[in-house]
């Protein structure tokens, strides 16, 4: 079955520090794409990075990067310079169900807590 | 401004009660979705359309309906609400299947 798992139900970390988020997922697939997604408070969902499978350069995007281990099927999320406004729920989510790319698999979610 | 919209934000209903759910996308994408959040389970998709006339089901979509008659609109029907019905419904739409998805604000459903 296609699943995403993000073991860390909570995490935290000080301001202007690094954290990882894990994210592991299953699929037979051999090309897909995986996302993170963050939530804010606020609920809306705002993406944080891409990244695709056949693609072995690791995507980033500013103080958000991804180290991605395909044969692993591991996905996580590094943000370096953590920043109060970082603090939200991360979902880690992917286009892992074969023949059906518009099927978007998430994980249950981070919640990161960001401490001054 | 790009956006997603859906309507109502908030709203409790009762059990057997149809109700219909919009939404509502101005940038012209092909594809668009439905998801539920639910404490501890994250989002799980109810269904999917990939263009107008098409579409196609997600991991939970027994009790519920969609209809996409024109590009910009996919609304979410609920044709005998439940309470286990009771969630956070998000609606998304994206260019591509695999390009970043445009999430609406959400809307809160309450089945008492």
């Known amino acids: 079955a296609q699943t995403v798992t993000q073991s860390q139900p909570e995490m935290s970390v000080q301001e202007a520090e690094t954290v990882t988020l894990s994210c592991t997922y299953d699929?037979?697939?051999?090309?897909?794409?995986l996302f993170w997604y963050k939530q804010p408070p606020s609920r809306q969902m705002i993406l944080v990075i891409r990244?695709?499978?056949?693609?072995?350069q690791n995507a980033t995007e500013n103080r958000f990067s991804v180290n991605f281990q395909k044969a692993a099927k591991s996905f996580s999320l590094k943000i370096s310079d953590s920043q109060l406004g970082d603090a939200a729920m991360y979902f880690c989510?992917?286009?892992?169900?074969?023949?059906?790319?518009?099927?978007?698999?998430f994980g249950k979610g981070t919640k990161l807590s960001v401490k001054p | 401004e790009a956006q997603v919209t859906q309507n109502p934000r908030y709203l409790i209903t009762v059990t057997g009660k149809k109700l219909t759910v919009t939404c509502s996308q101005n940038?012209?994408?092909?594809?668009m979705s439905w998801y539920r959040q639910d404490p501890g389970l994250g989002l799980r998709q109810i269904y999917y359309?990939?263009?107008?006339?098409?579409?196609d089901k997600g991991d939970v979509p027994e009790g519920y309906k969609v209809s996409r008659k024109e590009k910009r609109n996919f609304p979410l029907i609920l044709e005998s609400p439940s309470p286990n019905q009771t969630s956070l419904y998000f609606c998304a739409s994206s260019s591509t299947l695999v390009s970043e998805q445009y999430f609406g604000p959400g809307t809160r459903l309450t089945v008492t």
């Open positions: 990244q695709e499978a056949y693609k072995q």
């Open positions: 699929t037979s697939e051999s090309d897909y794409y």
């Open positions: 989510a992917g286009t892992l169900i074969p023949g059906s790319q518009g099927n978007l698999i």
């Open positions: 940038m012209n994408h092909e594809y």
């Open positions: 359309s990939m263009n107008v006339e098409v579409t």
